[in-house]
């Protein structure tokens, strides 16, 4: 039986002025100092050159609405959707450069459901 390791839900969101500010001054602290990153929050540059920020499930917190990010902020949500499953497991967010504006995204494992001993 093959379970399906992790899925990516892209965030539709509205990213304000402050969080922007944020997210700078992290790239900028990181490139200066890579260990002035706290806690839960690690960056990189992808192959693209892209700046990479990875919040660990004890970095950010969902609430309907919005995304809460330790040491940088909240964004609002748009849509009232659940962002994944019940029983998820191994959050991370994930906010990405790119050329055409900040990327977010949840990457999570999927609940494990098992069917044994189903008879009928």
Known sequence: MSHVKSREVVLALKITDDL???????????RRDPHS????????????????????ESAFTTIPGACIIKSLGAVELVGTEPLF????????????????????????????????????
């Open 85 to 120: 499953e019940d029983g998820a497991s191994s959050k991370t967010l994930v906010l990405k450069d790119t050329p055409e504006g900040w990327k977010f995204s949840v990457k999570y494992v999927p609940p494990i459901v098992r069917e044994r001993n189903n008879r009928q």
């Open 20 to 30: 922007l500010e944020g997210l700078d001054a992290m790239r900028d602290g990181w």
């Open 37 to 56: 990153v706290p806690k839960g929050l690690s960056c990189s540059e992808s192959k693209e050159g892209q700046f990479v920020l990875v919040a660990a």
